[in-house]
Structures are given as C-alpha cells and as structure tokens.
C-alpha cells in the first residue's frame, strides 16, 4: 500500500513539473515578441526577454526542465512564425 501512495506523489510531481514547463515555455513565447533595442549598441542589437523564464525554470527545476523548455518554446516559435527566420 505504502509503493502505492509514493508512487502516486511522483506522478502527481512530475504531472505538476511538465505544467510548469508548458506555462513557461507559453510566457516565453509571448515575450519574444516584444524586442527594443539595447542602449548605447548598433541599431540591428536588439534584445528580448524570452530567455528569462528559461533561466527561471532552471533554477527552480533543474538543467533538463530547462532544455526541454527551450526546445518547446523554439518549436512553437518556428511553427507559428515561418517567415521569421527569412526576414
């Protein structure tokens, strides 16, 4: 009984993990939309924040939370956005 409960406390864990993963792979996706430009640096630097949320979950989540958050949000941007890697 007592493999039963512990095994259901992971499951609940990990469901719990990958949900936070998706939200902030969601937020970062919003913010790399808004870009500006950095100060005192050429006009084609610009910067965005959707790094930070990964860096976020890395902290909170480890250094794999962290890849598979980049990847999701790098995937969601290619799908959605096609014409953005030519321009």
């Not at 902290?59 to 956005?81: D, E, I, K, V």
Request: charged residues 10%; contains cysteine.
């Amino acid at each position: 009984m007592e493999k039963y409960l512990v095994r259901k406390k992971t499951s609940v864990k990990n469901v719990y993990m990958l949900t936070m993963i998706a939200v902030l792979s969601a937020i970062a996706f919003v913010l790399a939309f808004f870009e500006f430009p950095v100060p005192l640096s050429p006009s084609f630097a610009r910067m965005d924040l959707s790094d930070l949320p990964a860096l976020i979950g890395a902290f909170a989540y480890g250094p794999m939370a962290s890849l598979f958050h980049s990847s999701g949000q790098n995937w969601t941007w290619c799908c959605l956005t096609p014409f953005h890697l030519i321009f």
